[in-house]
Nanobody, 126 residues
Framework: QVQLVESGGGLVQPGGSLRLSCATSGFTFRYRNIGWFRQAPGKEREGVSCISKTDGSTYYVDSVKGRFTISRDNAKNTVYLQMNSLKPEDTAVYYC???????????????????WGQGTQVTVSS
């Protein structure tokens, strides 16, 4: 069955960095757009970034642009999210997700994604 497993979360001081990984199995990874999402306590889940299957094009929401970098390794069926210059407002559970059917461009809308990981906690605090 389809599985997505996030790792790499933890506690980091403001200004620090973390690299999240999303290991996938059970589907043809290279044919799927992949997204990263996050959910802070008391807030709705929001899209952070995505990467397309076709040309590896990427998208970032404004709040993380210039600080986060998404990448994929099709040989390892894994997507990464490099997070630099972390801020307390980045604190959340981070999820990766895969679409059931890929469009040409990726999306950060939760309703476009069919498969989800269990999430990894990121806490930014001094």
């Amino acid at each position: 069955q389809v599985q997505l497993v996030e790792s790499g979360g933890g506690l980091v001081q403001p200004g620090g960095s973390l690299r999240l990984s999303c290991a996938t199995s059970g589907f043809t990874f290279r044919y799927r757009n992949i997204g990263w999402f996050r959910q802070a306590p008391g807030k709705e889940r929001e899209g952070v970034s995505c990467i397309s299957k076709t040309d590896g094009s990427t998208y970032y929401v404004d709040s993380v642009k210039g600080r986060f970098t998404i990448s994929r390794d099709n040989a390892k069926n894994t997507v990464y999210l490099q997070m630099n210059s972390l801020k307390p407002e980045d604190t959340a559970v981070y999820y990766c997700a895969a679409v059931a059917t890929s469009s040409f461009s990726c999306s950060v809308k939760t309703e476009d994604y069919a498969y989800w990981g269990q999430g990894t906690q990121v806490t930014v605090s001094s």
